[in-house]
């Protein structure tokens, strides 16, 4: 997968890129996710395999998509079926909503617990990652009864884990030490 999303990296950034300098990012993220999605169909993919020619394929895959991709994006399939990417679609839209994540300041994050969130928890915890985060928070909230008490938050690369059983792990884990 990390393959994958080298070689995606570069295009989702010359779409985003783009999209930024015309100021049509949420038209873009539309249609990378319908084409993302198109590349994942079987019948696309067995295509995508087959022994087309890079003009075919763009072709193809652009009557597929039909008025869903603009001439723009119609102008980015064919660069990704001239090199052969295009199955790296669905990857070049998910690394295109980290980019547009990053540009408006949003962050996804999870919150796990032992029992449900009421709603203000939720908002003092958004209130409190927003602040630490300095970005506007987008709460998943799940339930574990794993968790026994308190909260596992992850952000990106950040975690907190304020969890009774991990600090209960912890503390086995010294006794034995």
């Known amino acids: 997968m990390s393959e994958l999303t080298t070689v995606a990296r570069p295009y989702a950034k010359a779409a985003f890129d783009f999209a930024v300098e015309k100021e049509t990012v949420a038209q873009w993220q539309e249609m990378l996710v319908f084409a993302g999605a198109v590349a994942q169909d079987d019948a696309i993919k067995q295509v995508l395999n087959g022994a087309y020619s890079a003009d075919r394929l763009a072709e193809i895959f652009i009557g597929v998509c039909g008025e869903q991709i603009d001439e723009n994006g119609q102008n980015f399939i064919k660069v990704l079926a001239e090199n052969q990417r295009l199955s790296a679609l669905p990857e070049v839209a998910t690394l295109f909503n980290q980019l547009k994540a990053d540009f408006d300041k949003e962050i996804d994050v999870d919150v796990t617990s032992a029992i449900k969130l009421t709603k203000a928890q939720q908002t003092n915890i958004s ?19 794993a968790v026994v008490a308190g909260l596992v938050i992850k952000a990106g690369d950040t975690v907190i884990d304020g969890s009774i059983h991990t600090k209960l792990n912890r503390l086995a884990d010294a006794l034995q030490a």
């Not at 990652?129 to 009864?145: F, G, H, I, P, Y």
């Open 127 to 145: 209130k409190a990652l927003e602040k630490r985060l300095a970005r506007k928070v987008k709460l998943n909230c799940n339930v574990d009864k």
